[in-house]
């Protein structure tokens, strides 16, 4: 033991290049050249713009599933709770603008319930899973379930749509936005951003870790457990509200197959970010870029005819498991 | 003398480029106990582990039935009748006792499991353990001890030639060690080979034939048990003369700070009441399971609880960790790795997570948490090899000395320390018995709880004993002897000053 390493913490960090760290980047950049190779159009704006917009739902819910992962938990429910929570804003605006036209108080309205209504889903999830002790896998299946099958109601089998009005009023919250990028990519953004700051800078981040690294020691260190684990679910809801938001406007619809899968590409973006599935350690900048990769695959299987679209869910299965097989321990097992 | 059935010659092992273990000669001889003693990372567990084949040498050989022999892996070393009991239980929690004791080998009939054999074989094993574990009970609902002795039976079960323990004693009382001396003495007796690993000196008196010290990766001395005493034992461990263990206790204060009175908790604890002094150091004594975890637990918030706790004259509330520590009463765990320390993490991250509002609201002060930690570092004179390091691979002292700092990051007026010096090695403890006088003369008030009676008799100048959920009496100043805290803790008397209503 020398002196130096106990006194240069910098250096300490700053180690040999940890493959398990950047592995997801590589693969992003790797991922981007490829496409620059096959095809040329593949940076340019208007393709860009597009990848990251589409991305952006799946994103800001990804977000706050990093945290929830990071804390030991799981959230399946979030894609139908998308779809429902959709359906519902679209009912309630319609029914507004019945009363009060076609105007700008009626989406905001509904931008007010969809995000109480994200909330209130979130709690009700985290609610059960910290008082009532139901596994997190279990109960949020369930909620899954009651979600999809209660927008299948609604929408009595088929599809809720916003009244044209309405629709082309809203429509700018998707398509317009300023500096020549949308509102999805900016909310994306600036979500990321204050999501890996919280996540590394704040007491709640580093409770999430301790919490899903041992939920015994985090007790035993006076961390309020049951309230982190609930706020992580809140937070997780909420963030499916923002997505509703910024995902109404670009269709006005919502149907029984609205956000089918969410949940598993949410996962899937957070795990292939670096974030342990188990709980303990999580990264919300990772998370980004799972996203990212994700979306770039199906969008360069797209532009290029060397293999076909319809494979996009295979590839992205491989990635999914050379992630987590690259960021397993490579030491040698005890 | 018989010949060795196991030895090592001349082995070396370094990992990467550090050399730990430097040229060691060490044999185990039928129907010998063996007793390999050292302080923390003196190299122990690794000479352990090379006998038992978990890993492999650098240099030198390892001899069996008077032949080298290459060892590829410890299933082959189980097969020739080498097993090793390690100190972190190999349990599967979900199965039963005796699903556990046959894992591997389980017996048969045709191609069918044969339930009723392996269950009445175990019923068998753990009868002559003396323990009440009922093999049908899965190992998650069993004591701690009891898991010992499982993990006991198991080796019992493979017909060992060698058998390797890794303090088999840690977890254990006096009553259930005795137990487990027994079983070792019959071992012995039928001929089998026993190395025998503990921190606890007397122990190795008893129960040893022969001692083997290790220091520095190095062997120090090797003698037969009846040339050596406990005292030559330790100077060896330590390279250097031990003054006295415990430092000289302070006087307490007349002020009671802590006055816990008819507390009860479901099942473990009934009608317990103690009173705890400023600057004072009370022990709670008692034998493991008699519910002085789980009283202690209860005092400081981790479980639910009727009865009062009144600190300092205010009234702590049942079941609110966070606000017991704010209030200044704090509570050490025995159980270091599952509740204490997160494994996985840095030093930096352990240390601060009770109090990290402290560090920066909202965002946390990275500079302010390293410096807390330069601080821990130095005033508990905890070993980092790196800074950024997972507390995991820390050695155990190391790491209960960063559990202390943990705990006292608060700056409480309370503390609870169960099992102070649980696995760590000699020197360490001298420096925690230190930590717990200064403490105490710096105007804290500290309840230690233990299974040492030494440790008890040693710092607390009163002692609460424990029996079966309730407190069975009280000892002060002369009064605190050995003989006095085990008549309590048996039971066997219920005179003493009786505190219970």
């Known amino acids: 033991m020398s002196a130096e390493s106990i006194s240069n913490t910098g250096a300490a960090r700053a180690r040999k290049v940890d493959l398990r760290v950047i592995g997801p980047l590589v693969a992003l950049v790797v991922l981007i050249l490829i496409g620059v190779m096959l095809n040329p159009n593949f940076l340019s704006y208007s393709n860009v713009t597009n990848v990251l917009a589409r991305s952006a739902f799946i994103g800001i819910i990804a977000i706050g599933m990093t945290f929830v992962i990071t804390a030991g938990g799981l959230d399946l429910s979030v894609g139908s709770m998308a779809a429902f929570v959709a359906g519902l804003m679209i ?56 979600y999809r099958s209660l927008i299948t109601w609604l929408a009595d089998g088929g599809t809720l749509s916003l009244g044209s009005g309405l629709s082309s009023l809203y429509s700018p919250v998707y398509y317009g936005g300023i500096l020549g990028l949308s ?20 007491a709640f981040g580093r409770h999430c870790a301790a919490i899903g690294s041992n939920e015994k020691v985090a007790r035993y260190s006076s961390v309020h457990v049951q309230r982190v684990k609930l706020a992580t679910y809140v937070l997780l809801g909420l963030s499916v509200g923002i997505a509703v938001v910024m995902y109404v406007p670009r269709l006005g619809s919502a149907s029984a197959t609205t956000g089918l899968l969410w949940e598993l590409e949410a996962i899937a973006a957070v795990i292939i970010g670096g974030t342990l599935l188990k709980g303990g350690f999580g990264r919300v900048w990772g998370t980004v870029v799972g996203v990212l ?42 | 003398m018989s010949e060795p059935i196991l030895a090592l010659k001349g082995v070396t092992k370094s990992f990467g480029p550090i050399e730990v273990l430097h040229g060691v000669d060490f044999a185990l001889r039928p129907g010998e106990v063996h007793a390999l003693i050292g302080e923390n990372g003196a190299g122990k567990s690794t000479t352990m582990k090379i006998l038992a084949g978990y890993l492999s040498q650098t240099r030198g050989e390892i001899i069996l039935d008077g032949k080298p022999i290459e060892f590829t892996g410890s299933d082959q070393v189980e097969d020739l009748g080498i097993i090793m009991i390690h100190q972190e239980f190999n349990l599967a929690e979900h199965l039963s006792v005796d699903q556990n004791v046959f894992l591997g080998r389980e017996l048969k009939r045709g191609w069918r499991l044969d339930h009723r054999a392996m269950r009445t074989r175990t019923a068998e094993l753990m009868s002559r353990l003396e323990s009440r574990a009922d093999p049908a009970t899965p190992v998650s609902e069993i004591s701690v001890p009891e898991k010992q002795m499982v993990e006991i039976a198991k080796a019992l079960s493979r017909q060992a030639r060698v058998l ?29 080979a026993i190395l025998y690993t503990s921190h606890k000196l007397g122990e190795v008196k008893r129960i040893a034939d022969r001692v083997t010290v290790l220091r520095d990766g190095i062997m120090v001395r090797s003698d037969l048990i009846d040339d050596v005493t406990e005292d030559d034992m330790a100077t060896a461990m330590v390279g250097r003369e031990l003054s006295d263990l415990y430092p000289p206790k302070s006087d307490r204060g007349a002020e009671p700070i802590l006055e816990v009175s008819n507390v009860s908790v479901r099942g473990v604890v009934e009608n317990a009441s103690l009173t705890l002094h400023r600057g004072e150091v009370l022990g709670i004594g008692g034998l493991v399971g008699s519910g002085r975890t789980e009283l202690a637990e209860a005092i400081a918030g981790l479980r639910p609880r009727t009865g009062t706790v009144m600190l300092k004259g205010q009234p702590l509330a049942a079941g609110q960790v966070a606000q017991a520590m704010k209030a200044g009463l704090v509570y050490l765990t025995e159980d270091r790795k599952g509740a204490g320390l997160l494994l996985e993490k ?52 190391n790491q209960q000395k960063l559990l202390l700092a943990k705990t006292l990051l608060s700056d409480p007026d309370v503390v609870i320390i169960d099992e102070p010096t649980r696995g760590i090695d000699i020197g360490t403890k001298q420096q ?4 717990i006088a200064d403490l105490a003369a710096g105007g804290r008030s500290i309840i230690v709880i233990s299974s040492e009676m030494p440790e008890l008799i040693g710092l607390a100048s009163r002692v609460v ?14 009064a605190v002897t050995e003989n006095g805290i085990v008549r309590l803790a048996m039971g066997m008397e219920q005179s003493g000053k009786e505190n219970a209503a």
Not at chain 1, 122 to 141: Q, S, V
Not at chain 1, 313 to 328: E, K
Not at chain 2, 432 to 435: E, G, M, S
């Open chain 1, 293 to 334: 990769i994700l979306s770039l695959i199906s969008n360069l299987l797209n532009l290029t005819d060397f293999v076909s679209p319809y494979l996009n869910g295979a590839i992205q299965g491989v990635v999914i498991i050379l992630a987590v097989v690259l960021q397993r321990n490579s030491g040698p097992a005890r």
């Open chain 1, 91 to 146: 009912m309630a605006m319609n029914w507004l603008s019945v009363s009060m036209g076609d105007s700008v108080v009626v989406i905001l309205l509904g931008i007010v319930l969809a995000l109480g209504a994200g909330l209130a889903a979130g709690f009700i999830n985290g609610i059960l899973i910290t008082r009532a002790g139901i596994e997190a896998f279990i109960l949020t299946l369930g909620t899954m379930g009651i």
């Open chain 1, 183 to 202: 509102w999805p990519i900016i909310v994306f953004a600036l979500l990321a951003i204050l999501g890996e700051i919280v996540m590394r800078h704040t």
């Open chain 2, 346 to 397: 840095s030093l930096r991250e352990n240390l601060t997570l009770p109090l990290l509002k402290d560090f920066g609201r909202p965002l946390i002060d990275r500079k302010r948490e390293e410096a807390a930690l330069d601080r821990a570092i130095e005033d508990f004179a905890i070993k980092v090899p790196a800074r950024n390091m997972a507390v995991g691979d820390l050695s155990g002292g």
């Open chain 2, 465 to 478: 004993v424990m029996h079966a959920g309730r407190v069975a009496g009280e000892l002060a100043g002369d």
């Open chain 2, 164 to 192: 390797i323990m890794d303090e088999p004693t840690a977890v254990l009382t006096e009553r259930e060690t005795e137990v487990l001396f027994r079983q070792v003495e019959r071992l012995r007796d039928e001929g089998v």
């Open chain 2, 432 to 435: 925690v018995y230190n930590l």
